[in-house]
């Protein structure tokens, strides 16, 4: 896989634009000082080759979602696409507006899940509790009650700040809420206080692969918009996994070969150990889980057995979509539980004849596979994590998609400068 191709003449021609990626690299890899270390030297490769360099996203991957888009909409666009984030763009922005002044964020699974976990808080601030919110909500009037002064709301703090615990929901409590008035007339600018970024950070076309790979790794980004300043627009959006693919993709070429046949333990992974691993059990409510990835950090938990150490599944940020756009698969649950949760939605990708990644099996590897087989692995599963097992199964860390780029290259002293100056708020050590 990946391994560039010769054409009829005998010279090496590559097999796709990551490969062609790849190759140049491998020219500038070449002729590198020889005291450089393997990992300087990857260093300053990257260093000279411009984003521009990197493969186009495909069409449907480059969506932006107009600030008064329904938050049902959004939720609906994100899920079809299979994207994780969109850009937003301000509806009452001028036409010649510079990219800054055109875009209000980035609305993201990460930010609805702060705004789900916000809906289904009786004591919320936002949410005074009436007698007809219960304990554990359930109802349409439940939610309504939510919109009084929703606009503008920082909706991130009231979650940092709240209880470290989720409270139960009921099996139909996503039908109210997904068919009630209030979520129906939510807009994505509504939501903007989960949104982390202000606007959001951007690189310029002439920026290079090196700054591209840290703000994707040391920097906790899970994507980033490349902005045309001609147009004011976006010309491309460099994810984690777009990284992983060309990574993929370069499979033989000497320059990954070198790094790519490390294992994983030479390299340091994982770096999240097994008395580190966030994680839920299979009787709590599935909004811990979410609440937890929020809260921690995180893009992702495995589902503990209860009264073990055995993971039975994975959730993530983006399986949220799956409480608002199939509500009707927990009717039969008391409670939706993360066991609940992972049943049901099992069952409506059966029979909806969809393969979903993770939901279905826990995707494994061992200390001692290489860079290169994990790589491939996450690649052909189109997974973003992957966790580390022992030989007795039980769970003993996890490598994110982040992890493995971070351990590409490095950053220099003083490299980024300015850079950060004027973009709200500045990175914080995360991993979502």
């Known amino acids: 896989m990946g391994v560039p191709a010769a054409n009829r003449d005998g010279e090496s021609t590559p097999r796709s634009p990551e490969a062609k990626v790849g190759m140049h690299v491998e020219d500038l890899w070449d002729i590198q000082e020889p005291q450089l270390s393997p990992t300087e030297k990857l260093n300053a490769c990257f260093e000279s080759v411009p984003v521009s360099d990197f493969p186009i996203a495909p069409s449907n991957q480059v969506i932006e979602i107009k600030s008064d888009t329904s938050l ?103 039908e109210a809420l997904t068919s009630s008035e209030f979520y129906k007339n939510t807009q994505v600018r509504d939501i903007s206080g989960s949104f982390r970024w202000a606007p959001f950070l951007a690189l310029q076309k002439d920026n290079t692969f090196l700054t591209m790979l840290l703000l994707l790794s040391k920097y906790k980004m899970k994507s980033v918009p490349v902005v045309d300043l001609g147009e004011g627009k976006i010309d491309n959006i460099i994810t984690q996994a777009s990284v992983i693919h060309m990574l993929a993709e370069c499979a033989g070429l000497q320059w990954f070969e070198s790094w790519g046949t490390k294992k994983l333990s030479e390299l340091g992974l994982p770096l999240m150990t097994a008395d580190c691993i966030v994680k839920v059990y299979e009787d709590e409510p599935v909004l811990q889980a979410f609440k937890l990835m929020r809260k921690k950090k995180v893009g992702g938990v495995p589902v503990i057995e209860s009264g073990g150490s055995k993971a039975v599944g994975n959730i993530s940020l983006r399986d949220v979509q799956f409480l608002l756009t199939a509500p009707e698969i927990y009717h039969d649950y008391r409670s939706i539980t993360a066991k609940n949760f992972l049943t049901a939605v099992r069952s409506h990708l059966q029979k909806q004849r969809e393969v979903y990644p993770m939901l279905s099996t826990m995707v494994t590897c061992k200390r001692d596979d290489t860079i290169k087989d994990l790589i491939l692995k996450l690649d052909t599963e189109k997974i973003h994590r992957v966790y580390v097992v022992g030989d007795n199964g039980n769970l003993e860390g996890v490598i994110t998609l982040r992890d493995i780029i971070s351990r590409l290259v490095h950053e220099p002293r003083g490299y980024f400068g300015d850079f950060f100056d004027g973009v709200l708020p500045l990175p914080q050590s995360t991993r979502v």
Do not use: C
């Open 72 to 174: 049902a909409e959004a939720v609906k666009i994100l899920a079809e696409h299979k994207i994780l984030s969109a850009p937003v763009v301000d509806v009452d922005a001028p036409e010649d507006a510079s990219w800054i002044d055109r875009y209000i964020g980035m609305v993201e699974f990460a930010g609805i899940v702060v705004w789900i976990l916000h809906q289904s808080e009786p004591s919320s601030p936002r949410t005074p509790r009436t007698p007809s919110t219960p304990n554990s909500p359930s109802s349409a009037t439940a939610i309504a009650a939510a919109a009084n002064g929703l606009k503008g709301l920082d909706l991130a703090g009231l979650l940092e700040n709240g209880s470290d615990f989720a409270v139960p929901t009921s099996g139909n409590f996503f």
